[in-house]
């Protein structure tokens, strides 16, 4: 059984793990990632949790077989070097695949963290299996990767799967892209919060009221919504704009499964049911009777097994 | 140099052609479609067709390497039967390529004609040598097609490329699949006409209104948009929303190359000019900024030529 080293540089954590090739982690390692620290210091500090974590596993180096960065900004694949971070400065263009591969001495895959849990759902969670799927990340942004034959599929320039700039609402609110309308600025965790504020502001009546305006999250809102009027529909007109986005790509790509990861994915029905009618209601039947529409499997240790995936695609035919 | 069998069945034309490898029509036929035979006698007549095409190119039938079949219609691709026809009846589960390979002794592959132009425009036309494509015919109905690697993507269900039921328009007319504002609802052929017809009956003022109403057609309102306003705003919505669709599908997919085909195409700046500033205002920047959006290059021929290349992807690795 093949053992790969998987990385994660997000916007708020850095993990490192040693992984099997059935996705069990044999150990792992995660830190709060520190925002002024640059580029090089970040990495120093993640191959050192790499180190740990394959001491804790009790395997050498030369054990692994290779390994896979999941980083929270675009990537330029074919170069290996990320763009920018959404979350992290000094990430310009830096050669993040040759950085570790030099360190570790390991044959090296990285990727955008929405490519990387979209592989890892595909090979270890709710789309092990299918040929075609299609992954939405929904939580402060909203992110996407499309699976085809069981791989990643870049398009033309490292960017395809970018879904959360889809236009869905043409008055709606503007999106941090700078563009109105967008998925982004209508089914996010801050849209979903924003949307919620905006309606208590005009006096509605809610359990909402009783939280603090400005700590109000889309988590206390997925909750109240079992039995909350105002947050019920605040939820049932993302999940209606998810479905709409989502019917959109399911006529395009056809995909044998759609599924949802992110932070906000955990709210269940209230979210899931509208996003379901929405794709009934807006993509072709052919399209739709078969589909699988589920959460994601792996939470949390989504890119970190997102990586690990990364890293197993090496070496395959 | 291969060259190979091409069939189209559509629904005004059959044609018929022998095709060489570098997409050169060596002889063709082509007849009007009698709507009111079964599917039998249609492939009977189609036949006949291949066999003086086959005569008139000089060739024997051992010289065919293949055939290939553009079909107007969705077709099951993996058992190679014919779902239903637009436009025909008795096309219901047809066995069309086990009856063309029984009835040629060619190894056959049959798509339907939105598959078949869209690689006819990457072997032969628009999107030569690109790797990603997206096709678009924008004709009576608007359909599409998905190349990936230089190969007709089709997703789980044979179904992939339905762009043309796109939800872009919630407030807008029903399409004829029977939901409301889907792209065809708003940017085919007749929807073009037919926004056309409402504003004149509203009494606007346009060089449209010597044209008897009922006889008014896209390509009218494409001559006049050159100089008529009405005309100019007509296809600039029907652009806009065609923008829409795309700007959605290069998200997703970032492609090299969007090339839009069918008759509508022929509209020229009027149309491609608001489609290009829709693309540019609502696509992600990195993924629009090297995007070639172009009219097809293959015209009338391109369901000839897509069959032809559907053949030529027999025995290629």
Request: net charge negative.
């Amino acid at each position: 059984m093949r053992i790969v080293l998987a990385l994660d540089i997000g916007g708020t954590k850095l993990a490192a793990g040693v992984v099997s090739e059935s996705g069990e982690v044999l150990a792992d390692r995660v830190e709060v990632t520190d925002a002024s620290v640059p580029a090089e210091a970040v990495l120093e500090k993640l191959m050192g949790m790499a180190g740990e974590a394959v001491g804790q596993a009790g395997v050498a180096w030369g054990d692994l077989s290779g390994a896979g960065v999941s980083f929270g900004g675009p990537v330029d694949f074919p170069s290996g070097r990320t763009v920018t971070c959404h979350h992290l400065a000094g990430w310009e263009g830096f050669p993040l695949r040759e950085a570790v591969r030099d360190r570790s001495g390991l044959p090296t895959v990285i990727d955008n963290d929405a490519n990387a849990a979209a592989l890892g759902e595909a090979t270890f969670g709710a789309a092990r299996g299918c040929a075609h799927a299609l992954y939405l990340t929904v939580s402060t942004g909203i992110g996407g990767g499309v699976i085809i034959d069981g791989r990643v599929y870049r398009g033309a320039a490292s960017m395809a799967g970018e879904i959360g700039h889809t236009l869905v609402a043409p008055d709606g609110p503007v999106c941090t892209c700078g563009k109105r309308g967008c998925l982004e600025a209508v089914a996010s965790g801050p849209s979903i919060a924003r949307a919620a504020r905006e309606a208590l502001e005009t006096g509605e009546a809610s359990a909402l009221a009783s939280i603090p305006r400005s700590r109000l999250t889309a988590k206390d809102i997925a909750e109240a919504a079992v039995r909350d009027t105002l947050a019920a529909c605040i939820m049932g007109q993302a999940g209606e704009f998810l479905g709409i986005a989502i019917a959109g790509a399911v006529n395009l790509l056809n995909p044998n499964v759609v599924v949802i990861g992110g932070g906000v994915s955990g709210a269940g029905d209230v979210l899931f049911g509208p996003v379901r009618e929405a794709v009934a209601r807006y993509a072709v039947p052919e399209s739709a009777r078969e589909l699988r529409l589920v959460a994601g499997e792996l939470g949390q240790r989504g890119a970190l097994l997102g990586a690990a995936a990364l890293a197993l695609t090496q070496g395959k035919a």
